[in-house]
């Protein structure tokens, strides 16, 4: 009998690819912008009939890395920005390794938009207005907003002392004036918060200054029409006239004096530091060949700072003195010439 000795070996035959649970076909997931690093953010569900011991890598990722794996998970390994449009869907081909087979599954991760990105708000921050403009009147230019995030809308407030002179379009943020100023009033200048605030709460705000700008509306005035005054002949340079006083009710405008008519000789003049004052600018000798006059009716102009400026009018009459400051003298002095005496007895009888 011949006996055959028969030795079975079992040799294992991996005949099972890894197949995947979740990435069979695209899978597409979103996650949002603000998603931190570190973040698991999908579990590749696969398996091995034969119960090999899988090997999962990511083959490639586009368009940037910003993905990792451990073990089974996948994981941020980048922050996000969705206002950067090459940083908004991702593309990775993941491949499951059993040591013989492989196959590969796609995972797309699409990044959605948040409202994070911080309202910003530039100059200039400040503006005029003038006074008198009606309520309603636009005030353009004050400040400017910009919030980097997509489809992002903006709220506009004010606050603050004086808010309640001004409205706000809380969609557009146009700021008009709530009511008519009035330079002369009490206030010419207008504090004022702006806050703006974004879709996700986040918010920025600043202070405005809205200054009032005056309107000439005033003509400066006289307190006399007709100002008269008597000097001394060969008074000199420099001694003072008269003074004259003129108001504007345009607030804190500065008034400037001159002499328009009367005065072609250049006798009289504005003082320089007291510039309401008229000094003589020149001596009046009522005695010279040039036989001046020994009155003077002077159009005296007052002129504000305004724009366009307004003048007033007045008038300066001046009396000069004479002095008695020739004595007489013998005219006639030829050989012929005859010296009339009168003599008036004086009667004391
Ligand atoms: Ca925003
Ligand atoms: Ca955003
Ligand atoms: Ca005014
Ligand atoms: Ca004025």
């Not at 991996?14 to 197949?19: C, D, F």
């Not at 003072?240 to 607030?251: M, P, Q, R, Y």
Request: charged share 15%.
């Amino acid at each position: 009998m011949i006996l055959f000795k028969m030795r079975i070996i079992c040799v294992s035959v991996n005949s099972a690819a890894p197949v995947f649970y979740n990435l069979n076909t695209d899978e597409t997931i979103w996650i949002t912008e603000t998603t931190p690093v570190a973040i698991c953010v999908f579990n590749i569900s696969v398996s091995d009939a034969d119960n090999d011991t899988l090997t999962l890598i990511i083959l490639n990722q586009s368009p940037m890395t910003k993905f990792s794996l451990s073990e089974h998970a996948v994981l941020t390994i980048a922050e996000f920005d969705f206002e950067n449009v090459q940083d908004r869907a991702y593309t990775l081909r993941i491949r499951a390794d059993d040591g013989s087979t492989h196959i590969h599954g796609i995972l797309n991760i699409k990044i959605q938009n948040e409202f994070d990105e911080i309202p910003i708000i530039s100059g200039p921050l400040s503006a005029p207005i003038q006074e008198n403009q009606p309520a309603g009147t636009f005030l353009f230019g004050l400040f400017d907003v910009t919030d980097a995030d997509f489809g992002d809308t903006l709220d506009y407030t004010l606050s603050g002392m004086h808010a309640s002179f001004f409205k706000i379009d809380p969609s557009t943020g146009l700021v008009t004036t709530s009511q008519a100023f009035d330079y002369e009033g009490e206030i010419t200048t207008f504090d004022l918060l702006l806050t703006v605030t974004d879709k996700g709460g986040n918010s920025a705000n600043v202070s405005l200054f809205i200054s009032l700008s005056d309107v000439n509306e005033y003509t400066p005035t006289f307190n006399q029409s007709t100002y008269v005054v008597l000097i001394d002949e060969d008074s000199p340079k420099d001694t003072s006239v008269i003074e004259l006083f003129a108001t504007d009710a345009d607030f804190s405008q500065s008034l400037a004096y001159s002499v328009k008519y009367g005065d072609p000789w250049g006798f009289f003049t504005f003082d320089e530091t007291k510039t309401n004052q008229i000094n003589i600018n020149k001596c009046i000798n009522l005695d010279s060949p040039d036989n001046h006059p020994s009155t003077y009716s002077l159009i005296v102009v007052v002129t504000d700072d305004g724009s366009p400026k307004l003048t007033g009018t007045t008038y300066v009459m001046i009396t000069v003195n004479r002095n008695n400051d020739n004595a007489p003298v013998f005219g006639a002095t030829s050989p012929n010439s005859t010296l009339t005496v009168s003599y008036s007895p004086y009667n004391d009888y």
